[in-house]
């Protein structure tokens, strides 16, 4: 059965902590939207997060209340013109999937990661300006104390450590 609908190209999904609700990246929205599986809420949504900085891909949690959002890209100016315009927004998704399917790949951009708890609140965030080591970063993974990243653009895996040392 149909739990939310009208989402803005839903990719990402994880359970939060206590498994009370389940947050989904709409990657066309620039936000996190969750779900309530219990509690009070139970049965309804809400937004998790809203007006992020690109385009939301992969969602992880870490088990404790720590969110990693994964970005496949960050927003641009010509982007955000045509996002009031559902239809030309559909047309450029699709332009976008027949160019990945064809084996084209963007350039590489900046590799972003932002940490949030279950209020939406960012704790922290990951930055590769320059998009060197990793780009178009679309899965984050917690374990031991690192970050394990993929991307759908690229032939790597990369790791970096959760904490400052």
């Not at 100016?77 to 927004?89: G, R, S, T, V």
Request: overall charge negative; some cysteine; glycine content about 10%.
């Amino acid at each position: 059965s149909t739990l939310v609908s009208d989402l803005y190209l839903p990719v990402g999904l994880t359970l939060s902590a206590d498994e009370d609700f389940v947050a989904v990246a709409e990657f066309y929205g620039y936000r996190v939207t969750r779900y309530w599986l219990k509690g009070p809420k139970r049965g309804s949504w809400d937004r998790l997060i809203e007006n992020l900085p690109g385009f939301p891909d992969g969602l992880a949690s870490d088990g404790s209340g720590t969110i990693y959002i994964s970005f496949a890209g960050l927003r641009s100016p010509i982007l955000d013109q045509i996002h009031p315009y559902p239809w030309i927004k559909d047309q450029f998704a699709k332009l976008l999937l027949l160019l990945l399917s064809l084996g084209m790949q963007p350039a590489p951009g900046p590799g972003v990661v932002v940490a949030i708890d279950e209020s939406g609140r960012v704790l922290r965030s990951f930055h590769d300006p320059e998009g060197q080591i990793v780009h178009m970063i679309t899965a984050a993974e917690p374990h031991a104390g690192h970050l394990y990243l993929s991307s759908i653009g690229g032939d790597w895996i990369a790791r970096c450590p959760i904490e400052d040392r």
